[in-house]
T-cell receptor, first 114, second 115 residues
Framework: ETGVTQSPTHLIKTRGQQVTLRCSSQ?????VSWYQQALGQGPQFIFQ???????GRGNFPPRFSGLQFPNYSSELNVNALELDDSALYLC?????????????FGQGTRLTVV | SQQGEEDPQALSIQEGENATMNCSYK?????LQWYRQNSGRGLVHLIL?????REKHSGRLRVTLDTSKKSSSLLITASRAADTASYFC???????????????FGQGTILTVHP
């Protein structure tokens, strides 16, 4: 167990709907990163939050948005869901923006868009 | 986009044998990390090797890094059925500033260890 918890574990949504995924980071960790992992692929970086501010974004459209709260937990919001958004969404927490810091991953949320 | 290529895509061995997985990447890096994933669930961190290191050991794991060839290998010795999983390499690019921790993953190697 890494101490990073994600909810829900599974979710089914209809194309065009909106979804919110949640991540509770490991105690003391102020940095959260979100990744999308399509079936059979490696995870792809969506964005990172550090002390409630977005600190970098991958190649994802604006309908993917995030939020980090004062307790460093985080949300990933996806609007106007598309079938290709079906994937495992992983969050990872780490301590600060130091070089060579280990990231701890949650178990992921499996999103299916129908 | 995927930074790395992993080789092989799938590996099937018997318990007790060694398993070697390779990873290549494209850009300058701060470090390279190896992760394990069971049945499409969360990623478990195995080992981190810094850009100025050439080899690192952790238990039955041995990782090498060749920055001149932009490649790394993960060796699992004396494999067990419980090692069956997908293995991913991930690079933390050397982009400076506050760019740490944005990992770029390879496609992964599916390892199956038969009892």
């Amino acid at each position: 167990e890494t101490g990073v918890t994600q909810s829900p574990t599974h979710l089914i949504k209809t194309r065009g709907q909106q979804v919110t995924l949640r991540c509770s980071s490991q105690s003391g960790h102020n940095t959260v990163s979100w990744y999308q992992q399509a079936l059979g692929q490696g995870p792809q970086f969506i964005f990172q939050y550090y002390r409630e501010e977005e600190n970098g974004r991958g190649n994802f459209p604006p309908r993917f948005s995030g939020l980090q709260f004062p307790n460093y937990s985080s949300e990933l919001n996806v609007n106007a869901l598309e079938l290709d958004d079906s994937a495992l969404y992983l969050c990872a927490s780490s301590l600060g923006l130091m070089r060579d810091t280990e990231a701890f991953f949650g178990q992921g949320t499996r999103l299916t868009v129908v | 986009s995927q930074q790395g290529e992993e080789d092989p895509q799938a590996l099937s061995i018997q318990e007790g044998e060694n398993a070697t997985m390779n990873c290549s990447y494209k850009t300058s890096i701060n470090n390279l990390q190896w992760y394990r994933q069971n049945s499409g669930r969360g990623l478990v961190h195995l080992i981190l090797i810094r850009s100025n290191e050439r080899e690192k050991h952790s238990g039955r794991l041995r990782v090498t890094l060749d920055t001149s060839k932009k490649s790394s290998s993960l060796l699992i010795t004396a494999s067990r059925a419980a090692d069956t999983a997908s293995y991913f390499c991930a690079t933390d690019a050397n982009a400076g500033g506050t760019s740490y921790g944005k990992l770029t993953f390879g496609q992964g190697t599916i390892l199956t260890v038969h009892p």
